[in-house]
C-alpha cells in the first residue's frame, strides 16, 4: 500500500528507488496461473466464487486472475474493484483517488470472495476491505490472494493465495507493475 | 517666574516655525525664547526633537456619556483624547438622552468640567430628539447653554423645508449648522459603500449620491439663507468638488474629512469583520485620493476624528447588524503625520486652529504660541515626536473601547507630552491622571 | 481545506476535487447500506439561523451516511436563543466538542466570522446575499452529469442575481471551470459595478436563450415588489419568465436548472418545470453525496490534497504527511 500511495501521490512520499528486482513479468504471470489453480482446488471448483480487487495495485491482479481462472474453467466469474479510501482507521494521513472506484456488480450474500491485492504489508488494509464488504451483504467466505507477502503483519490478518514471500526491512519498499516488482526505497 | 519650561522644542503655530522654548507660568505662556533659563523647582518637559505646538481640536467626538457609558464616558474619552494631543473636543448630541435641552447640554457641561482631561464645548441636535420633525429650542441653547454649533449627527436632517427653517434661524442667531450629510431613503438598507467590493461580498450599499445629494441640497439652501454650514465627515469624491465648487463661488461653507477616509477603502470590509462598518462608510481609492486632494488643497477645512467607541459585543454581531463607528483620538494625529504627505504646518492647521476656528474660536486655545499679558489666557499645547515610530496594539489606549481598525499598524509620530490650561497633563506619553 | 465559506476557497482544482469524490459517495449513497464509517468519532452540528429544512436535512444525510454525529441548533427550536449572540452560541457549541460547524444566516460573512471566533471547521450554507458553495457544486456536477464537461458551456442565469447568493456562487463556480456565463435580469436586479465579474450581461432574455446549453433560473421573490424593483411579478414573468413559448426555443439539448423552491407560474411556467430537461429533482438528489463529497474534504484525509493548495489565512494543520507515508500506519 506504501507503494501505491507513493507512486500516485509525489508531493507525499517521495520516489521510489528499485534497488534488485524480485520477480520479472514472466515470474508474475506464472505466479498468478499457479495460483488460479489454487483457488479452484481450495473451493472445489468456482461455485459462487466472486473476485474482486483492492483499489487501485490490486485491480490489474484480479482481472488476471479472473481471466486465468476463465481459460482453465471455461467460467466467466463476477469481478469487482473495491476503495476502501472511507474504510481506513487511518483517516487524516492517505490522501483519497478520486479515480478509484468501487464497483460490486452482484450481491454477495452467500459468495466466496476472493480479494486480490499487490503487496500485503500491515494488514489495515485488508482489515478495511473486510469492513466495507459487510456493507454488500454477508459473504459465505472471504479469501485473500496477494502478489507479495513483505511481512511486518500488525493485525492477525493472513493471505490464502501467495505470488512470492518476500522478507523486508519496515524501511525498504516494495513496488509491484507491468514491469515486475521491485524491491528498493522510497527517497524524498 | 516660570513654573513650567518646555525646553528643547521647535514652535510650530500659526504665524511659522521656530526654535524656542516655551515658560509658563501659572498656566500662561510668560515666555516663548530660544534656550530659556529654568529656575530651580520649575517643572521642564522635554520636547528634544519634538513640535510643539497648540492644542489639537476635535470637531467631532462621541463621548458617549450620558446613555452608552458601557462604550465611552466624558473621562475616559477626553484622556484618549489628550494623549492624542487634542485639548478641546466638540462633543456630538447623539447621546441618552439626546443633547437637546439646556437641561442636558448643562449637564454634560457640568459633567466635563468635573471629569474631563481637557475642554469639551458641547453641541446640541437641530431637532428634538434627532427625529427630524421639530426644531430643538437652538436660542436657548445658544444663550443660555452657549452652544455654538448644531448638528443631529448620527442622522441629516432629511426635511429639505424644516433644514430650510433651521438654517435662517440658525442665521439669525449667528450659530452653525454641521450636517450629517446621508439621504435615507437612498442609503437605506445599507451597510458599506455600494461599489463593486458590495456586490463581491452581497452586503447591501450605501451609494455615494446618498450624501452628494444632501451636500447639494444643503449648499443650495445655504445660498438661499445664508446660513453658516459645516458638513461633516465628507467621505466622496463628488462632495468633495461640491465643496469646492462652492468655496470658489465665495460661499463661506466648511468642511471636515476624517482620518479613516483617507486612509481606508471598502475593501478592507472583504474580512466581514465590523470593525470596518461605518457611517459614512468606507469608500473607494478613487474617494479617498479625493479626500486627500481635498485635504492639501484647502478644499476641507479641518481633520476630524469622528470617534466612535462601541463595546466589543456590539462589533461581535453580523456585519449588517453591528452599529457603525471606529475609535480616532488615539490614533488621529500619526495618521495624518504617517499618511497625507503635508507639512507640518498643514496638519496641525487641519486640526488645531482651522476646527478653532469653525467653532468660533475657543477661550484658553491661542493658535498663536506667544506671551500674554499677567490675567491672559491659560494655554494648552502638545508636544510631538514627529519620527517616533510605534505599532497600535490589540488592547491599550485609554478608551473605554477598543473598536479601532489600524491595530497591527505603524505609524510615525506620537505626542510625547500634552499641557491643558497650563497643566502638563500626559507627560511622556503617560496621562497623568 | 479548513473551511468552505466561499467558491474561491476551491478554485478550479479543488471544485474538481470535489465532483470526483462525489462520484465515489454517488456510488455510496445508491448502496443497500448507503453507510461508509469515514468520519465515524466526529460531529457535524447544523448551526441555522434562517430556516431551511432542506438544506438542512441534506447537510445532516451526508454526515451521518459517513458516519458522524450530528446536532442541530436551528431557529426554530428554541437552541438558537433570542438575544444570545452568535458568537456566545458559537463557543458554547465548541464547548460541547464539535468538529465541523455548517452555518446559515441571514447575514452575510456570518460563516467567515464564526471561523474567525471558534476552531471548527466551517461550512457556509447559505450567508445573506453571500454565497452558497454547496449549492454552486451539486448545480456543476448536475450539469457535468447532463452534458458533460463545463467548459465552453453556455451558461444563463436568469433572475434577481443582486440579491442571490447563489448567483455569486455560480458566477464563481461556472467561470473556474471555463463556462461562459451571462446574467440575464433587468437593470434593477443586477449588482452594481460587476465589470469585473467574469460575466456577459444581458437584459433580452429572447436573445440569449437560443445559444444557451444551460438556462439557470433564479427565484423570484415577492418581497421585491414592494422594492420598486420590478413594476409588477406579471411584467417580470412577460419579460425573464422561462414560458412554455420561450422553453420551447431554447435548443434540443439544453437544460433548465432552479435552485428551488420555484414559484411556478413567475419564473418559470409550471408545465416547463417538469420537462425532461428540468434538472431540479437530480440538484436535491445530488446535494447529499456533493456534501458528503465537502464534509470528507473538511474532516477525512483529503485535506492533504490541498495541502499544497491552502490560502495563507487557513493552516492546514494537518500533521506532514511525509512523515506518516511508510512506517507506522502503513497498511496492505
Given at each position: 500500500?506504501?507503494?501505491?500511495?507513493?507512486?500516485?501521490?509525489?508531493?507525499?512520499?517521495?520516489?521510489?528507488?528499485?534497488?534488485?528486482?524480485?520477480?520479472?513479468?514472466?515470474?508474475?504471470?506464472?505466479?498468478?496461473?499457479?495460483?488460479?489453480?489454487?483457488?479452484?482446488?481450495?473451493?472445489?471448483?468456482?461455485?459462487?466464487?466472486?473476485?474482486?480487487?483492492?483499489?487501485?495495485?490490486?485491480?490489474?491482479?484480479?482481472?488476471?486472475?479472473?481471466?486465468?481462472?476463465?481459460?482453465?474453467e471455461d467460467v466467466e466469474l463476477p469481478?469487482?474493484?473495491?476503495?476502501?479510501?472511507?474504510?481506513?482507521?487511518?483517516?487524516?494521513?492517505?490522501?483519497?483517488?478520486?479515480?478509484?472506484?468501487?464497483?460490486?456488480?452482484?450481491?454477495?450474500?452467500?459468495?466466496?470472495?476472493?480479494?486480490?491485492?499487490?503487496?500485503?504489508?500491515?494488514?489495515?488494509?485488508?482489515?478495511?476491505?473486510?469492513?466495507?464488504?459487510?456493507?454488500f451483504g454477508r459473504p459465505r467466505a472471504v479469501q485473500l490472494a496477494v502478489m507479495v507477502d513483505r511481512g511486518h503483519r500488525e493485525l492477525p490478518i493472513r493471505p490464502d493465495y501467495v505470488g512470492k514471500n518476500l522478507p523486508t526491512r519496515r524501511d525498504e519498499a516494495v513496488d509491484v507493475g507491468p514491469l515486475g516488482v521491485d524491491l528498493g526505497e522510497v527517497r524524498k | 517666574m516660570l513654573d513650567l519650561v518646555i525646553k528643547g522644542g521647535r514652535v510650530v503655530d500659526e504665524s511659522g516655525e521656530r526654535v524656542a522654548d516655551v515658560g509658563f507660568e501659572t498656566g500662561c505662556i510668560r515666555a516663548v525664547e530660544a534656550d530659556l533659563d529654568v529656575p530651580v523647582g520649575a517643572t521642564v518637559l522635554d520636547a528634544g526633537g519634538c513640535v510643539v505646538a497648540p492644542a489639537l481640536v476635535d470637531v467631532h467626538t462621541h463621548l458617549r456619556e450620558p446613555g452608552r457609558e458601557d462604550a465611552e464616558t466624558i473621562e475616559t474619552g477626553s484622556r484618549s483624547a489628550v494623549l492624542g494631543g487634542y485639548g478641546f473636543l466638540v462633543a456630538m448630541p447623539n447621546t441618552d438622552p439626546t443633547m437637546d435641552s439646556i437641561e442636558v447640554v448643562n449637564w454634560v457641561r457640568d459633567r466635563a468640567a468635573e471629569r474631563a482631561l481637557c475642554h469639551i464645548?458641547?453641541?446640541?441636535?437641530?431637532?428634538?430628539?434627532?427625529?427630524?420633525?421639530?426644531?430643538?429650542?437652538?436660542?436657548?441653547?445658544?444663550?443660555?447653554?452657549?452652544?455654538?454649533?448644531f448638528t443631529d449627527d448620527g442622522r441629516g436632517v432629511q426635511d429639505d423645508l424644516l433644514m430650510r427653517r433651521a438654517m435662517e434661524y440658525a442665521r439669525g442667531l449667528g450659530v452653525t449648522l454641521a450636517q450629517h450629510c446621508e439621504i435615507e431613503r437612498l442609503a437605506s438598507g445599507g451597510h458599506m459603500n455600494e461599489g463593486a467590493w458590495s456586490s463581491k461580498l452581497g452586503i447591501p450599499g450605501i451609494p455615494a449620491a446618498a450624501e452628494e445629494l444632501m451636500v447639494s441640497r444643503d449648499l443650495a439652501l445655504a445660498r438661499l439663507t445664508g446660513a453658516r454650514v459645516h458638513f461633516q465627515h465628507l467621505s466622496t469624491a463628488g462632495s468633495v468638488s461640491l465643496v469646492r465648487a462652492a468655496k470658489a463661488a465665495g460661499m463661506a461653507v466648511t468642511a471636515e474629512a476624517t482620518t479613516h477616509h483617507f486612509t481606508l477603502t471598502d475593501a478592507e470590509v472583504a474580512s466581514y469583520d465590523p470593525v470596518y462598518k461605518v457611517n459614512p462608510p468606507l469608500r473607494t481609492e478613487a474617494d479617498v485620493a479625493a479626500i486627500r486632494v481635498g485635504l492639501a488643497d484647502g478644499t476641507i477645512d479641518a481633520i476630524a476624528t469622528d470617534h466612535a467607541p462601541h463595546t466589543r459585543e456590539a462589533k461581535e454581531a453580523p456585519f449588517d447588524q453591528a452599529p457603525p463607528g471606529m475609535l480616532g483620538l488615539e490614533t488621529a494625529l500619526a495618521l495624518a503625520l504617517t499618511e497625507l504627505d503635508l507639512p507640518i504646518e498643514r496638519v496641525l492647521a487641519l486640526m488645531s486652529w482651522q476646527p478653532a476656528r469653525i467653532i468660533g474660536g475657543l477661550a484658553n486655545y491661542g493658535s498663536r504660541i506667544q506671551p500674554t499679558a499677567a490675567a491672559g489666557p491659560a494655554a494648552s499645547l502638545c508636544v510631538i515626536d514627529t519620527t517616533a515610530t510605534w505599532t497600535v496594539d490589540a488592547t491599550g489606549g485609554a478608551s473605554r473601547s477598543r473598536n479601532t481598525p489600524y491595530v497591527g499598524r505603524t505609524l510615525t509620530g506620537r505626542v510625547r507630552h500634552t499641557v491643558i490650561e497650563g497643566q502638563p497633563i500626559v507627560i511622556d506619553g503617560e496621562a497623568q491622571r | 481545506m479548513r473551511h468552505l465559506l466561499s467558491i474561491d476557497d476551491l478554485g478550479a482544482d479543488g471544485?474538481?476535487?470535489?465532483?470526483?469524490?462525489?462520484?465515489?459517495?454517488?456510488?455510496?449513497?445508491?448502496?443497500?447500506?448507503?453507510?461508509?464509517?469515514?468520519?465515524?468519532?466526529?460531529?457535524?452540528?447544523?448551526?441555522?439561523?434562517?430556516?431551511s429544512?432542506?438544506?438542512?436535512?441534506?447537510?445532516?444525510?451526508?454526515?451521518?451516511?459517513?458516519?458522524?454525529?450530528?446536532?442541530?441548533?436551528?431557529?426554530?427550536?428554541?437552541?438558537?436563543?433570542?438575544?444570545?449572540?452568535?458568537?456566545?452560541?458559537?463557543?458554547?457549541?465548541?464547548?460541547?466538542?464539535?468538529?465541523?460547524?455548517?452555518?446559515?444566516?441571514?447575514?452575510?460573512?456570518?460563516?467567515?466570522?464564526?471561523?474567525?471566533?471558534?476552531?471548527?471547521?466551517?461550512?457556509?450554507?447559505?450567508?445573506g446575499w453571500h454565497e452558497h458553495p454547496t449549492q454552486a457544486l451539486?448545480?456543476?456536477?448536475?450539469?457535468?452529469?447532463?452534458?458533460?464537461?463545463?467548459?465552453?458551456?453556455?451558461?444563463?442565469?436568469?433572475?434577481?442575481?443582486?440579491?442571490?447568493?447563489?448567483?455569486?456562487?455560480?458566477?464563481?463556480?461556472?467561470?473556474?471551470?471555463?463556462?461562459?456565463?451571462?446574467?440575464?435580469?433587468?437593470?434593477?436586479?443586477?449588482?452594481?459595478?460587476?465589470?469585473?465579474?467574469?460575466?456577459?450581461v444581458s437584459h433580452d432574455l429572447d436573445a440569449v436563450l437560443p445559444t444557451c446549453d444551460v438556462a439557470y433560473l433564479l427565484r423570484m421573490q415577492q418581497e421585491r415588489m414592494t422594492e420598486a424593483l420590478v413594476p409588477t411579478l406579471r411584467e417580470y414573468t412577460a419579460e425573464y419568465g422561462l414560458t412554455t413559448e420561450r422553453a420551447d426555443r431554447l435548443p434540443e439539448a439544453a437544460i433548465v436548472m432552479h435552485p428551488g423552491p420555484m414559484n411556478r407560474g413567475v419564473e418559470i411556467a409550471g408545465e416547463v418545470a417538469d420537462r425532461a430537461e428540468a434538472t431540479m429533482v437530480e440538484q436535491v438528489r445530488n446535494g447529499v453525496p456533493v456534501r458528503m463529497a465537502v464534509l470528507f474534504l473538511l474532516l477525512g484525509s483529503g485535506s492533504e490534497m490541498f495541502g499544497t493548495r491552502q490560502h495563507a489565512s487557513a493552516p492546514s494543520g494537518a500533521s506532514e504527511p511525509s512523515e506518516a507515508s511508510e512506517e507506522e500506519t502503513v497498511s496492505a
Amino acid at each position: 500500500m506504501a507503494e501505491r500511495e507513493r507512486r500516485i501521490t509525489p508531493p507525499f512520499g517521495g520516489v521510489f528507488h528499485a534497488r534488485t528486482q524480485v520477480m520479472t513479468p514472466d515470474d508474475i504471470q506464472r505466479a498468478v496461473w499457479r495460483m488460479a489453480h489454487e483457488v479452484i482446488e481450495r473451493n472445489h471448483g468456482l461455485d459462487n466464487v466472486v473476485i474482486i480487487g483492492l483499489q487501485t495495485g490490486g485491480v490489474p491482479l484480479a482481472r488476471l486472475l479472473a481471466e486465468d481462472l476463465q481459460q482453465i474453467e471455461d467460467v466467466e466469474l463476477p469481478l469487482g474493484s473495491l476503495d476502501v479510501a472511507f474504510y481506513r482507521d487511518d483517516i487524516g494521513l492517505r490522501p483519497v483517488l478520486p479515480e478509484a472506484v468501487t464497483d460490486i456488480p452482484v450481491d454477495l450474500a452467500g459468495k466466496i470472495v476472493v480479494l486480490v491485492d499487490d503487496v500485503l504489508f500491515t494488514g489495515r488494509t485488508i482489515r478495511a476491505a473486510l469492513d466495507a464488504l459487510t456493507d454488500f451483504g454477508r459473504p459465505r467466505a472471504v479469501q485473500l490472494a496477494v502478489m507479495v507477502d513483505r511481512g511486518h503483519r500488525e493485525l492477525p490478518i493472513r493471505p490464502d493465495y501467495v505470488g512470492k514471500n518476500l522478507p523486508t526491512r519496515r524501511d525498504e519498499a516494495v513496488d509491484v507493475g507491468p514491469l515486475g516488482v521491485d524491491l528498493g526505497e522510497v527517497r524524498k | 517666574m516660570l513654573d513650567l519650561v518646555i525646553k528643547g522644542g521647535r514652535v510650530v503655530d500659526e504665524s511659522g516655525e521656530r526654535v524656542a522654548d516655551v515658560g509658563f507660568e501659572t498656566g500662561c505662556i510668560r515666555a516663548v525664547e530660544a534656550d530659556l533659563d529654568v529656575p530651580v523647582g520649575a517643572t521642564v518637559l522635554d520636547a528634544g526633537g519634538c513640535v510643539v505646538a497648540p492644542a489639537l481640536v476635535d470637531v467631532h467626538t462621541h463621548l458617549r456619556e450620558p446613555g452608552r457609558e458601557d462604550a465611552e464616558t466624558i473621562e475616559t474619552g477626553s484622556r484618549s483624547a489628550v494623549l492624542g494631543g487634542y485639548g478641546f473636543l466638540v462633543a456630538m448630541p447623539n447621546t441618552d438622552p439626546t443633547m437637546d435641552s439646556i437641561e442636558v447640554v448643562n449637564w454634560v457641561r457640568d459633567r466635563a468640567a468635573e471629569r474631563a482631561l481637557c475642554h469639551i464645548e458641547p453641541s446640541a441636535a437641530i431637532t428634538v430628539g434627532r427625529g427630524g420633525e421639530a426644531l430643538a429650542p437652538m436660542a436657548e441653547l445658544h444663550r443660555e447653554g452657549l452652544v455654538r454649533i448644531f448638528t443631529d449627527d448620527g442622522r441629516g436632517v432629511q426635511d429639505d423645508l424644516l433644514m430650510r427653517r433651521a438654517m435662517e434661524y440658525a442665521r439669525g442667531l449667528g450659530v452653525t449648522l454641521a450636517q450629517h450629510c446621508e439621504i435615507e431613503r437612498l442609503a437605506s438598507g445599507g451597510h458599506m459603500n455600494e461599489g463593486a467590493w458590495s456586490s463581491k461580498l452581497g452586503i447591501p450599499g450605501i451609494p455615494a449620491a446618498a450624501e452628494e445629494l444632501m451636500v447639494s441640497r444643503d449648499l443650495a439652501l445655504a445660498r438661499l439663507t445664508g446660513a453658516r454650514v459645516h458638513f461633516q465627515h465628507l467621505s466622496t469624491a463628488g462632495s468633495v468638488s461640491l465643496v469646492r465648487a462652492a468655496k470658489a463661488a465665495g460661499m463661506a461653507v466648511t468642511a471636515e474629512a476624517t482620518t479613516h477616509h483617507f486612509t481606508l477603502t471598502d475593501a478592507e470590509v472583504a474580512s466581514y469583520d465590523p470593525v470596518y462598518k461605518v457611517n459614512p462608510p468606507l469608500r473607494t481609492e478613487a474617494d479617498v485620493a479625493a479626500i486627500r486632494v481635498g485635504l492639501a488643497d484647502g478644499t476641507i477645512d479641518a481633520i476630524a476624528t469622528d470617534h466612535a467607541p462601541h463595546t466589543r459585543e456590539a462589533k461581535e454581531a453580523p456585519f449588517d447588524q453591528a452599529p457603525p463607528g471606529m475609535l480616532g483620538l488615539e490614533t488621529a494625529l500619526a495618521l495624518a503625520l504617517t499618511e497625507l504627505d503635508l507639512p507640518i504646518e498643514r496638519v496641525l492647521a487641519l486640526m488645531s486652529w482651522q476646527p478653532a476656528r469653525i467653532i468660533g474660536g475657543l477661550a484658553n486655545y491661542g493658535s498663536r504660541i506667544q506671551p500674554t499679558a499677567a490675567a491672559g489666557p491659560a494655554a494648552s499645547l502638545c508636544v510631538i515626536d514627529t519620527t517616533a515610530t510605534w505599532t497600535v496594539d490589540a488592547t491599550g489606549g485609554a478608551s473605554r473601547s477598543r473598536n479601532t481598525p489600524y491595530v497591527g499598524r505603524t505609524l510615525t509620530g506620537r505626542v510625547r507630552h500634552t499641557v491643558i490650561e497650563g497643566q502638563p497633563i500626559v507627560i511622556d506619553g503617560e496621562a497623568q491622571r | 481545506m479548513r473551511h468552505l465559506l466561499s467558491i474561491d476557497d476551491l478554485g478550479a482544482d479543488g471544485i474538481e476535487e470535489v465532483l470526483s469524490l462525489t462520484d465515489s459517495f454517488v456510488e455510496v449513497s445508491g448502496r443497500a447500506i448507503p453507510k461508509v464509517p469515514a468520519l465515524r468519532g466526529k460531529t457535524v452540528v447544523s448551526l441555522f439561523f434562517e430556516d431551511s429544512t432542506r438544506t438542512r436535512l441534506s447537510f445532516e444525510t451526508a454526515a451521518k451516511r459517513l458516519g458522524a454525529d450530528t446536532m442541530t441548533f436551528s431557529v426554530g427550536t428554541s437552541s438558537v436563543k433570542k438575544g444570545e449572540s452568535v458568537r456566545d452560541t458559537v463557543l458554547t457549541i465548541e464547548a460541547m466538542g464539535v468538529d465541523a460547524i455548517v452555518v446559515r444566516h441571514a447575514s452575510a460573512g456570518v460563516p467567515v466570522q464564526v471561523a474567525r471566533w471558534g476552531t471548527s471547521a466551517v461550512v457556509n450554507a447559505g450567508d445573506g446575499w453571500h454565497e452558497h458553495p454547496t449549492q454552486a457544486l451539486l448545480d456543476c456536477y448536475t450539469i457535468r452529469q447532463r452534458l458533460g464537461s463545463l467548459a465552453g458551456r453556455r451558461i444563463a442565469i436568469i433572475g434577481d442575481i443582486k440579491h442571490s447568493r447563489v448567483a455569486r456562487s455560480n458566477v464563481l463556480a461556472f467561470a473556474a471551470l471555463g463556462a461562459e456565463v451571462t446574467l440575464v435580469a433587468p437593470p434593477t436586479l443586477l449588482p452594481v459595478d460587476i465589470d469585473g465579474w467574469p460575466v456577459v450581461v444581458s437584459h433580452d432574455l429572447d436573445a440569449v436563450l437560443p445559444t444557451c446549453d444551460v438556462a439557470y433560473l433564479l427565484r423570484m421573490q415577492q418581497e421585491r415588489m414592494t422594492e420598486a424593483l420590478v413594476p409588477t411579478l406579471r411584467e417580470y414573468t412577460a419579460e425573464y419568465g422561462l414560458t412554455t413559448e420561450r422553453a420551447d426555443r431554447l435548443p434540443e439539448a439544453a437544460i433548465v436548472m432552479h435552485p428551488g423552491p420555484m414559484n411556478r407560474g413567475v419564473e418559470i411556467a409550471g408545465e416547463v418545470a417538469d420537462r425532461a430537461e428540468a434538472t431540479m429533482v437530480e440538484q436535491v438528489r445530488n446535494g447529499v453525496p456533493v456534501r458528503m463529497a465537502v464534509l470528507f474534504l473538511l474532516l477525512g484525509s483529503g485535506s492533504e490534497m490541498f495541502g499544497t493548495r491552502q490560502h495563507a489565512s487557513a493552516p492546514s494543520g494537518a500533521s506532514e504527511p511525509s512523515e506518516a507515508s511508510e512506517e507506522e500506519t502503513v497498511s496492505a
